[in-house]
């Protein structure tokens, strides 16, 4: 599983939902905006973002105050596509007025200097290396400018198969989207003057736009539709052209328009505001960071457009009801968890960085073991990649925890702490086997309790059993698993188990439902690791995110309940959390567990109520951690000798009962026996 963490930016300007996306500056109209785009010329950034009578040409060189330079009049429509090239900016739109050129060579000046009158409207415009593309339009699907004729375009090519809604131009290829089919097209343009169309292939959606990644192994298409998707496609053998992956933000909302750089895919989507996932995996897009610019709810608000090619770096977003967002992005990290690692065996440790703009400056990892001191080491590019960082650990002797973070900083000074709060909040590696305390893997659901006296949902009541997987077509994911989470197991805790074909059977509706462990005695370590494993669905139905899962703790049926794990964030996959007890317990004797799962309607809240929620519980697995172990030292005298040998035998034989001490210390394979093998191992650490 990746994980992804930002240099959260916070806004100061206007209250929205955003994550590693800070708001810099808005500027509002006086009327509805769709698309957007920018430049720079003289030492000055612009943007262009059309409106529903014209066209505004905004300065935001200095960007928490922009201002309008000019506006250019039309016809009144809500679909307007801006476009820049060589000191001139184009204007599509679906008013039957033509196409607009206007010259910005002076900026003082701003101003019309042809219309192409060849068709009357047009509902997107492309701009690729010096040719102007128009589709939507009239009489032809695609028509093709010449831009070199400084202010008035010549047509130079058409293509005339399906209406196209809107295109992506790259290397002589244009990726094409023809939303009525939901059929895509790459179309070769070696000869510009004579398109012709390579492959074609339609699939379930509202294919709308597209975006070709740089190495064109692999097309991004946006659905615009109720729950559209971004969707990844392996583009690099034309007969055998498949979907790899897709996104889905809000099964309730639309994408709109999509563009790539640096390894990020952008995203107007709509009600969701723009957003920005890495895509160096394109089977496992990774989402690193979202601005909300509406708080309104629709299938068509908000986030029409974006731009992301400023030289500034700064992100300029058009949102229809509320004018023109400039947004700065921070950096972001992903990393692989790390699983497996062996004593005696070195660790292989890398990132993937994430940035609109700027270059590593440094990056590091910071690591101990549990017991230890922390220190540092500069991470270096991996060969595979410049935005990937890699480091190899030396190994460890022993078994152990090994805690680590990430520090990376930018060119432009951005920094982020990877995970928050560094050295309070760490990745956690096992080295070796742990020893194990004791475990639940839920094979069998004795002594646990479902429900409390003031549970009060209708429907999906925790329940024992072997989960009947629920899959939302239009989620493109699990709300129920399909299976659990033990390697060799297959039952769990799961809400409401009962299916009938129907995405919404049996989920948890109209209140809470609990789950409560038995208890489970934690004695005789320095440290205990928990770790359980949880699924969580509430993401694909209405109002997502709108509700809570929560796991409390109590060291006695005299205790209140007390916090340890709350969420409203789905995985829609098996997630497993790790807890050191030591910040939650005085002292290990036992511990209980309570899970709670609800579907709730809070009075005048619209966005709650009626969610697609599931839950799910296996594998709670407590291990012990030691400060000071020396193997083999059976009689505690801090030697590995003979006399060690010879107690352990008595220890096999029963002659001698051993102490807990003497015990973890003879138990060298923490497989909770003393055995031969352990006498092996011990006759191996004498002579060697």
């Not at 497993?576 to 910040?583: E, I």
Request: aromatic share 14%; charged share 20%.
């Amino acid at each position: 599983m990746k994980i992804v963490f930002y240099s959260i930016l916070l806004s100061s300007i206007i209250f929205s939902e955003s994550l590693n996306i800070n708001l810099v500056g808005n500027l509002t109209f006086d009327q509805e905006c769709s698309d957007i785009t920018g430049f720079a010329l003289d030492g000055r950034e612009i943007a262009v973002i059309g409106l529903y009578n014209g066209t505004a040409f905004v300065d935001i060189t200095n960007p928490q105050n922009p201002f309008e330079l000019n506006r250019i009049p039309g016809d009144g429509s809500i679909w307007r596509d801006v476009k820049y090239w060589d000191n001139k900016v184009y204007i599509g739109t679906e008013a039957d007025m033509g196409l607009q050129v206007v010259d910005v060579s002076n900026l003082e000046d701003i101003h019309l200097v042809h219309t192409i009158s060849d068709f009357d409207n047009s509902h997107n415009i492309h701009v690729w290396e010096g040719y102007l593309f128009v589709v939507g339009a009239d009489e032809y699907d695609i028509w093709i400018y010449d831009l070199s004729t400084q202010g008035v375009p010549v047509l130079v090519g058409t293509w005339n198969e399906e209406y196209l809604h809107d295109i992506d131009v790259y290397n002589n290829k244009i990726y094409g989207m023809g939303i009525n089919s939901s059929t895509a097209y790459i179309i070769d343009i070696s000869d510009i003057t004579n398109p012709t169309t390579l492959v074609s292939w339609n699939y379930p959606g509202m294919a709308h736009d597209a975006a070709v990644f740089p190495n064109e192994q692999f097309l991004a298409t946006a659905d615009e539709m109720e729950g559209g998707h971004l969707k990844i496609w392996d583009i690099s053998d034309y007969n055998n052209i498949t979907e790899i992956s897709s996104v889905q933000i809000n099964s309730a909302h639309s994408l709109h328009n999509i563009y790539i750089k640096n390894d990020l895919i952008f995203g107007s989507w709509y009600a969701d505001g723009t957003r920005v996932h890495n895509i160096s995996d394109p089977y496992n897009p990774v989402e690193v960071g979202f601005y909300d610019t509406t708080e309104i709810e629709g299938l068509y608000v908000g986030n029409w457009g974006t731009y992301i090619n400023l030289p500034s770096g700064l992100i300029i977003s058009s949102d229809i009801e509320s004018g023109l967002y400039i947004l700065e992005m921070g950096l972001s990290v992903n990393h692989e968890d790390i699983t497996g690692v062996n004593i005696n065996q070195d660790i292989p440790i890398d990132i993937d960085i994430s940035m609109l703009s700027g270059e590593v400056y440094l990056a590091q990892i910071f690591y101990k073991d549990y017991f230890g001191e922390w220190t540092s080491e500069e991470m270096e590019v991996c060969s595979t990649s410049g935005n990937s960082y890699c480091i190899i650990l030396s190994s460890y002797s022993t078994e152990t925890i090994l805690n680590y973070y990430f520090y990376v900083e930018n060119s432009l000074g951005q920094t982020v702490v990877f995970p928050t709060n560094g050295e309070e909040n760490p990745f956690n590696l096992e080295i070796g086997e742990i020893s194990l305390i004791t475990a639940d893997y839920i094979e069998s659901g004795n002594n646990w309790t479902i429900g409390e006296f003031d549970d009060d949902a209708t429907s999906g009541i925790w329940e024992y059993g072997i989960p009947n997987g629920v899959f939302v077509q239009s989620g493109g994911a699990y709300s129920q698993p399909n299976n659990d989470n033990t390697f060799d197991g297959e039952n769990c805790f799961i809400t409401g188990n009962y299916v009938d074909g129907n995405e919404g059977s049996d989920d948890i509706d109209g209140g809470k439902t609990t789950l409560i462990s038995p208890f489970f005695i934690i004695e005789n370590a320095d440290e205990v690791l928990f770790s359980f494993a949880y699924w969580f669905s509430n993401n694909l139905g209405n109002n997502p995110g709108s509700d809570i899962f929560e796991v409390d703790f109590r060291d006695s049926y005299n205790s209140e309940w007390t916090s340890l794990f709350s969420t409203n964030l789905s995985t829609n996959y098996w997630t497993t959390k790790d807890f050191f007890l030591s910040n939650y317990l005085n002292e290990f004797n036992q511990i209980q567990f309570r899970f709670v799962a609800s579907d709730y309607l809070y009075p005048e809240d619209n966005s709650s109520g009626g969610s697609l929620v599931e839950a799910g519980i296996d594998d709670l697995i407590f291990k012990a951690l030691y400060e000071n172990i020396l193997y083999g030292d059976a009689n505690l005298d801090d030697n590995v000798d003979v006399t060690d040998l010879i107690l352990m035998v008595n220890f096999i034989l029963g002659n001698i009962i051993p102490l807990n001490d003497m015990v973890i210390n003879s138990d060298i394979n923490n497989d909770g026996l003393i055995n031969i093998t352990d006498i092996v191992s011990v006759v191996n650490i004498i002579l060697y």
